[in-house]
């Protein structure tokens, strides 16, 4: 290979790698913190970050068909988190005035969340009296997101969510119900239980409440955040969660929540 072929291969090779570094690392993507007002819900406002996975209706996988049913539940859902969204958002957190709550909406099957979420894991260890996080399923990537959202929500009610979030974040595998009965075992789960709580009206109810809330705060995919007060579309860099953490802790995040 001549010198200028190699060189010229050379130059390609570093414009992709680059490429393929400012898309897995948002880091280093120049961002800058511009917040956009909500008229609603009141007292939010918006930042749009960077890589999105997923674009469709946020109630898939509760019904197959737009029956008179599923529409009564849909108008339920967003009755009930309308009328205290930060209660919706933040409910299940024990949060101290110094913390400022983190709600994060994810799919198992979205690339830009298995990134962002092992780094938000990562955040409430190193900062556990400054943030608490609120995780939340919003299986929008078809049917085998929606059992894994299931099964994780399962989980939750033997206490294992965490566990079970973390292994099918990093899992390679499709989910289906003799996937999920092994990884159950795996864990040291009941797996008879957990099938059985997938299908229960606790967890519909639970899905339908974070699809809701997706459409209060018009997420168009996922990974979605809210942090305090500030609502956050796509991936985002932890430099740019710190800040905002920053700005919600000064300005107290909670005036949402009174004006709600």
Same mark, same amino acid.
């Given at each position: 290979?001549?010198?200028?072929?190699?060189?010229?291969?050379?130059?390609?090779?570093?414009?992709?790698?680059?490429?393929?570094?400012?898309?897995?690392?948002?880091?280093?993507?120049?961002?800058?913190?511009?917040?956009?007002?909500?008229?609603?819900?009141?007292?939010?406002? +918006?930042?749009?970050?960077?890589?999105?996975?997923?674009?469709?209706?946020?109630?898939?996988?509760?019904?197959?068909?737009?029956?008179?049913?599923?529409?009564?539940?849909?108008?339920?859902?967003?009755?009930?988190?309308?009328?205290?969204?930060?209660? %919706? /958002?933040?409910?299940?957190?024990?949060?101290?005035?110094?913390?400022?709550?983190?709600?994060?909406?994810?799919?198992?099957?979205?690339?830009?969340?298995?990134?962002?979420?092992?780094? /938000?894991?990562?955040?409430?260890?190193?900062?556990?009296?400054?943030?608490?996080?609120?995780?939340?399923?919003?299986?929008?990537?078809?049917?085998?997101?929606?059992?894994?959202?299931? &099964? &994780?929500?399962?989980?939750?009610?033997?206490?294992?969510?965490?566990?079970?979030?973390?292994?099918?974040?990093?899992?390679?595998?499709?989910?289906?119900?003799?996937?999920? &009965?092994?990884?159950?075992?795996?864990?040291?789960?009941?797996?008879?239980?957990?099938?059985?709580?997938?299908?229960? %009206?606790?967890?519909?109810?639970?899905?339908?409440?974070?699809?809701?809330?997706?459409?209060?705060?018009?997420?168009?995919?996922?990974?979605?955040?809210?942090?305090?007060?500030?609502?956050?579309?796509?991936?985002?860099?932890? +430099?740019?969660?710190?800040?905002?953490?920053?700005?919600?802790?000064?300005?107290?995040?909670?005036?949402?929540?009174?004006?709600?």
């Amino acid at each position: 290979m001549d010198s200028k072929k190699r060189s010229t291969l050379l130059t390609i090779g570093a414009i992709v790698a680059g490429y393929a570094t400012l898309r897995t690392i948002p880091s280093l993507l120049p961002e800058k913190l511009e917040l956009e007002h909500l008229t609603s819900p009141v007292g939010f406002r +918006k930042y749009v970050a960077g890589e999105t996975s997923g674009g469709f209706d946020p109630f898939v996988g509760l019904g197959t068909t737009e029956s008179a049913e599923v529409a009564a539940q849909k108008a339920a859902a967003l009755k009930r988190v309308s009328a205290d969204p930060c209660d %919706a /958002l933040y409910g299940d957190l024990d949060t101290a005035a110094s913390i400022v709550p983190l709600a994060s909406f994810s799919d198992y099957y979205c690339p830009f969340c298995r990134v962002q979420t092992k780094r /938000l894991a990562g955040m409430t260890e190193d900062m556990p009296d400054q943030v608490a996080v609120a995780w939340h399923e919003l299986p929008l990537l078809g049917d085998s997101s929606n059992l894994a959202a299931k &099964a &994780a929500l399962a989980a939750k009610r033997q206490g294992a969510y965490v566990m079970f979030h973390e292994r099918l974040m990093k899992s390679a595998f499709q989910a289906t119900e003799e996937y999920l &009965a092994l990884l159950s075992d795996d864990l040291g789960v009941d797996s008879a239980q957990l099938i059985a709580d997938m299908d229960s %009206a606790d967890i519909a109810r639970e899905l339908e409440n974070s699809a809701a809330l997706a459409r209060v705060f018009a997420f168009v995919g996922t990974p979605a955040l809210v942090i305090g007060r500030t609502v956050v579309q796509g991936q985002i860099s932890d +430099k740019m969660i710190r800040q905002i953490i920053d700005l919600e802790r000064e300005e107290g995040w909670d005036i949402a929540c009174s004006s709600a």
